[in-house]
């Protein structure tokens, strides 16, 4: 399984219409093929500023989702609305505990 973290920084005009935006699209991305689970977070002392994680089968997975249309347009609608590059890191899951 790989990991998938985003970070997303947002202009404070911008966040709204970028939770609109993964409203609507979040379903379709948990539901891509290889796709395990999907998560968002905001920090909690700079409010502009998002993580995903997502849980990928393998990182084929995840490099179909990255050259799908689903992603061409979700990027399309994403990267207008930040105020920052965006950071990306794949990892493993060393250890987990419940």
């Known amino acids: 399984m790989l ?5 997303m920084s947002f202009a404070e005009e911008n966040i709204k219409k970028f939770l609109e935006n993964f409203q609507g699209v979040k379903q379709n991305i948990r539901d891509f093929e290889g796709c395990q689970f999907l998560e968002l ?3 909690k002392q700079h409010p ?3 993580f995903t994680y997502s849980y990928w089968h393998s990182e084929t ?4 989702y990255r ?3 689903l992603f061409k347009g979700v990027w399309a609608q994403t ?6 590059k965006p950071e990306a ?4 899951k060393v250890a987990s505990l419940k």
Not at 61 to 64: G, R
């Open 3 to 7: 990991v998938r973290i985003v970070k």
């Open 41 to 43: 977070y905001r920090d």
């Open 48 to 50: 502009h500023i998002f």
């Open 61 to 64: 997975d995840l490099e179909n």
């Open 67 to 69: 050259h799908s249309e």
């Open 79 to 84: 990267k207008p609305l930040f105020n920052d």
């Open 89 to 92: 890191w794949s990892v493993d």
